[in-house]
């Protein structure tokens, strides 16, 4: 079946560092890729999303970029602060165009102050 | 935030019993989903609603049934729960305008002993 990849599962960085979390795909017509931050004890929350027209998108310190030749994509997060810390998911929608996700295993994130 | 809340949102139960969790909204979304989130495995899904009694399986979908009568409440059953339901349960919708971000409610932690 389609299946996401995500890469690092734990990240440590200092304060004001950058921090890079990478998934790949295996379907290449999905159109779609957001990413979710989770705080403990909540729901996931979109911070960015991109889709497959495009090959870079930012938003303030977030910044995602796709590549569709490789089938990846990454989430890029600068100026880390401590309120950063949470768990990331990448995620693929599958079948392309339509409003499911495939989710990657998640990324958990701490800046260390 | 979207308006969407879950219901309950802690529930300890033994083997064998039945067990629903509802979802509510109030954003009028066509699309409304049921995930599991389990470490190492990110967010699974196990049931979709794509309109009202219109619904279909996810990825991991043995166990467990769905009933969407309205709009606005999506039902999860555990017919026979098992320990291995055990899980954090996450409710999400999204709407059918073009965009495809869903937005997820704040969560079911089940535990079956």
């Known amino acids: 079946g389609e299946n996401v990849e995500q890469h690092p599962s734990t990240l440590s960085v200092q304060e004001g560092d950058s921090a890079v979390i990478k998934c790949t795909y295996s379907d290449s017509a999905s159109n779609y890729f957001p990413w979710y931050k989770q705080e403990l004890g909540k729901g996931p929350q979109l911070i960015i999303d991109i889709r497959s027209n495009v090959g870079e998108k930012k938003d303030q310190r977030i910044a995602v970029t796709l590549n569709k030749t490789a089938k990846h994509f990454s989430l890029h997060i600068t100026e880390t602060q401590p309120e950063d810390s949470a768990v990331y998911f990448c995620?693929?929608?599958?079948?392309?165009?339509?409003?499911?996700?495939?989710f990657g295993t998640g990324t958990r994130l701490k800046v260390l102050a | 935030d979207a308006g969407i809340t879950q219901s309950p949102r802690h529930k300890v139960t033994e083997t064998g019993t039945p067990v629903t969790l509802r979802c509510h909204q109030t954003?009028?979304?066509?699309?409304m989903y049921w995930y599991r989130q389990d470490p190492g495995h990110g967010l699974r899904l196990i049931h979709y609603s794509y309109g009202v009694k219109d619904t279909d399986k996810g990825e991991v979908s043995d166990g467990y049934s769905v009933s969407r009568s309205k709009t606005e409440d999506f039902l999860l059953t555990l017919e026979s729960a098992t320990s291995s339901q055990t899980s954090v349960y996450f409710c999400?919708?999204?709407?059918?305008?073009?965009?495809?971000?869903?937005?997820f409610g704040p969560g079911t932690r089940l535990t079956v002993l």
């Open positions: 995620a693929a929608s599958t079948p392309p165009g339509t409003y499911k996700y495939i």
């Open positions: 999400a919708i999204s709407e059918s305008s073009g965009s495809f971000e869903q937005f």
């Open positions: 954003e009028n979304h066509r699309y």
